[in-house]
């Protein structure tokens, strides 16, 4: 494969420009003969006769010290951020840039790409939130703007738009692979579009992971820090807004004895009980037909948790609490989760069930067996407020003791859930 790997680093270049390489017809490809340098992205606002421009709520400036290359490069690596240079301006979209010809009111870009590496980030503040969020929504429109799978020169681009995992809709993940001559070639490139507030993260990531999930998940990782710095950008943040769960950009600390353990067996040797810990390895990475819906704690604001659980023989409990920076966000995560959950019902030998309990709070409950073995676990998520409570077992079950399996989950949810008032505004 090593001459694959060559090959497609001569086609770097041309990946760097996604979708735009195939020449593809597109609603948004500009007309004319202009440089690209004067192309103006479609999500650009539009000059109106109308009330001078809302003036955005949250930061408008970007701190000198704000954390935009944190993450980058290796652990000794200290990565210099610009108020200058290219950043992803050069990026095109169905023909369009839409990074470029924006009106910024601040601009940073970090940069550490070079030979056949490319680790590059952009940090905009914008006029206005819906700004920012119009720019992030050319991204999620995507997929119906162009065709997303292009052939140039024997190289087959496809892309794929993504639920982002650090936010709602229309914070979005793109994921570029390639193929030669039908046979998929390392590399691929991972892009997350982040708005917050008046400010628009963009970053994009080339590597060439064996796992190119594990690649995703590793580029979610590296930038958190930045995402979670993008707090001070937050609407909320702004006098005299809407009040959030705490002060903006403070995760409310969960109480030294919220009850997650209640009910989980003792220690016996036989079954190992991981007592609550905000450090523990939790119930993991849960992901639905490919859609990872679980932890996504990786949102604005930051956020806290707290994980236990029970391991025995064909068996498992665990329980996981996650706070965020507000109930707003906490609920764009649930539409996550609840939209994986409508469209997914088998893979791999996965069979997916959405499960109908009533917890009084908002709740999302399904079920996971297999058409080839037996093996049951129920994931029942609650959201309380500005926190998120995942109830998850395993047994050796079937899809006909779903049921009874699920009420054992709810049972124990409803043990815990009056404890996440704390989470809320005002309490329940």
């Known amino acids: 494969m090593r001459h694959r790997a060559r090959l497609f680093a001569a086609t770097l270049t041309c990946a760097v420009a996604l979708v735009g390489c ?69 990026l095109t979209l169905c023909g369009t840039s839409p990074l470029r010809g924006l009106g910024t009111r601040d601009r940073m870009v970090a940069d550490n790409s070079g030979g056949e590496a490319l680790d590059s980030r952009e940090l905009l503040i914008l006029g206005s ?11 999620a429109d995507l997929t119906s703007r162009c065709d997303l799978t292009i052939v140039k020169d024997g190289v087959q681009t496809t892309t794929e738009v993504r639920e982002s995992p650090f936010g709602s809709h229309p914070a979005t993940l793109l994921v570029q692979t390639y193929a030669v001559d039908g046979e998929s070639v390392p590399g691929a490139i991972v892009i997350h579009v982040v708005p917050v507030g008046a400010a628009l993260l963009a970053t994009r990531t080339y590597g060439e992971w064996e796992d190119v999930e594990q690649g995703i998940a590793d580029t979610v990782a590296l930038t958190r820090d930045t995402v979670s710095a993008m707090a001070l950008f937050d609407r909320a943040a702004s006098p005299g807004a809407t009040p959030t769960a705490g002060p903006a950009g403070v995760v409310t600390p969960v109480p030294d004895d919220f009850p997650l353990a209640v009910g989980l067996p003792e220690d016996d040797g036989e079954t190992e009980v991981s007592p609550p810990s905000p450090d523990g390895d939790g119930i993991g990475v849960v992901e639905m037909c490919g859609r990872e819906v679980w932890p996504l704690g990786g949102t604005a604001g930051g956020s806290r948790r707290l994980v236990t659980g029970a391991l025995g023989p064909e068996y498992f409990d665990g329980r996981e609490l996650i ?45 996971l067996t297999y058409d080839n073995s037996l093996g049951s676990s129920v994931f029942q998520v609650t959201r309380v407020g500005a926190a998120r409570l995942m109830v998850q077992t395993y047994g050796e079950g079937s899809l006909a003791s779903l049921d009874e399996q699920a009420d054992g989950v709810t049972e124990t949810t409803g043990k815990i859930v009056p404890a996440m008032c704390v989470f809320t505004k005002t309490g329940c």
């Open 22 to 90: 195939g020449g593809q017809p597109s609603d948004l490809a500009t007309s004319g003969d202009g440089a690209a340098d004067d192309t103006v992205s479609d999500a650009t606002t539009e000059q109106s006769d109308g009330p001078a421009e809302v003036e955005p709520t949250g930061a408008t400036t970007i701190p000198d010290d704000f954390p935009l290359s944190s993450g980058m490069g290796g652990p000794d690596d200290a990565i210099a951020t610009s108020r200058t240079g290219t950043g992803l301006r050069d």
């Open 129 to 139: 939130p819906d700004e920012a969020a119009k720019v992030a929504q050319s991204f």
């Open 323 to 367: 706070v965020h920076a507000d109930a707003e966000v906490a609920s764009n995560v649930m539409a996550v989760l609840r939209g994986a959950a409508g469209d997914c019902r088998s893979v791999d030998h996965q069979v997916w069930t959405v499960l109908d309990r009533d917890t009084g709070y908002d709740t999302v409950t399904v079920g």
